[in-house]
């Protein structure tokens, strides 16, 4: 971990050096959060009062470079992003993408901000949640002129379900969808920032939001930054977090014109705290899949393997996999895949790199003996507080 941050220091001096301050600031902020940890961790006196004497250099060189970077002289001379996008009022343009490009920078080490790749027929069954999310996000943000008046799109909504059923996904393919802006926030990642960066990352997360809205903002397992107040041990830092979280979300209400949509997703619903939960105007629903949609899962992931199944045998699988989630099927296929490779390499016949090699195509026995080996996650107590869950808070 040591040597992680003095490697990532190192690139930070490069880059400061370099002139290229945003980045170096990145890294420098980087290695102090990483020593930050590594201190935590350590017991050696002497290692601890280094790695301190560290972080306030790192800090305070990141905090020059800042207040340069803000400077007058700074904002002048830095290009527009995008000249073509006129903002704000005259004579502002500049400095406007130039601070534009400050927050993308400060929110680029933990936020994903490029557009993932998943269609909606990679994703078997779920027909309902398929189209809630449609109506959720995709059309408010392809079609806003559709939602005006009293047809006001969601701003918040809330994928709930046990693990590995597909919420991730479902929020995947409508980014890919409607083409917007996409935040991918792991909302661990939002705690674990160091010194009130939290915040200031959450308040960058939004204003870039919507600056370059249409966005949506994906928060991934949200019940992690709000779990039910009270419970557990949570410092200030979590709470002020917390309550910053709830003001944004509430504040996104105001935003009419660019849509910006918030999607949370976790598998520990009743872990969320209520002021949050009822941020969330629209909660749904992802079980785990029925029985065509794991044959549709089990064909997904076997796609492009040589394999002796037919459609019936599909079905067979499905049937005997009652209770497995998405990521159950796909362990076990994954786990299947390689049993014809794994013989050949037992008998010896993968050594000789040049000889050419047979791959025996993939068939029902394999499949029943996986199935047998790889238990489904979930099991039915927790399902069935999955299902009062959603009775009680959900749409399905
Ligand atoms: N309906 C589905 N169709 C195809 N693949 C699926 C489906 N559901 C789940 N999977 C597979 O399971 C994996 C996990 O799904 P995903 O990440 O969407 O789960 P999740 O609901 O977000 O789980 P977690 O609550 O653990 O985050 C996917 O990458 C995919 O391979
Ligand atoms: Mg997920």
């Known amino acids: 971990m040591y040597q992680y941050a003095v ?11 370099a002139g290229r301050y945003r980045q170096a600031i990145n890294k420098y902020q980087r290695a102090a959060e990483i020593l930050i940890q590594f201190v935590k961790y350590n017991k050696n006196p002497m290692m601890i009062r280094k790695c301190q004497d560290q972080i306030e250099q790192y800090v305070t060189r990141a905090q020059a470079l800042k207040a340069h970077l803000s400077g007058p ?12 996008e006129p903002k704000g009022e005259g004579g502002e343009e500049g ?18 901000t490029e557009s993932p790749n998943v269609k909606w027929k990679d994703i078997a069954g779920l027909k309902d949640c398929k189209q809630a999310v449609r109506e959720a ?15 006001k799109p969601w701003s918040g909504i809330l994928l709930f379900g046990p693990p590995g059923c597909g919420k991730t996904l479902l929020a995947k393919a409508a980014a890919t969808e409607c083409k917007a802006t996409f935040f991918s926030v792991s909302s661990a990642d939002l705690l674990s920032k160091w010194l009130g960066e939290s915040e200031k990352l959450i308040s960058s997360l939004f204003k870039v939001a919507r600056l370059k809205a249409p966005s949506l903002i994906f928060m991934d397992e949200i019940d992690s930054v709000t779990t039910t107040r009270g419970s557990g041990h949570e410092g200030g830092g979590e709470r002020r977090v917390k309550t910053q979280l709830l003001q944004e979300i509430q504040g996104v209400k105001s ?14 619903p009743w872990d969320i705290d209520i002021a949050m939960l009822s941020r969330f105007e629209k909660k749904v629903y992802v079980p785990l899949p029925d029985q065509p949609a794991r044959a549709g899962i089990f064909k997904i992931h076997t796609a492009g393997v040589n ?16 209770g497995y989630s998405g990521r159950d099927i796909s362990n ?13 390499d037992m008998g010896g ?11 025996r195509d993939i068939n029902l026995k394999d499949f029943l003996k996986t199935i047998k080996k790889i238990k489904p996650m979930t099991t039915g107590s927790v399902l069935k507080r999955y299902q009062d869950w959603a009775e009680e808070f959900g749409e399905f």
């Open 7 to 17: 490697e990532e220091a190192n690139a930070a001096v490069k880059l400061d050096e």
């Open 73 to 84: 002289r700074a904002r002048r001379s830095s290009p527009a992003v995008s000249p073509s």
């Open 95 to 112: 400095a406007v993408s130039s601070e534009e490009q400050e927050l993308m920078d400060s929110i680029s080490g933990t936020i994903l």
């Open 137 to 151: 996000i995709v059309l408010p943000i392809m079609k806003p002129q559709l939602f005006t008046g009293a047809r």
């Open 255 to 268: 935003t009419h014109d660019k849509p910006l949509l918030v999607l949370g997703a976790t598998n520990r």
């Open 307 to 322: 394999s002796a199944l037919k459609d019936e045998d599909f079905i067979e699988l499905a049937v005997r996999s009652d």
């Open 332 to 344: 076990v296929c994954r786990e299947v895949i390689m049993i014809p490779v794994r013989e050949l």
């Open 349 to 359: 016949l993968l050594e000789d790199p040049d000889k050419e090699v047979i791959v």
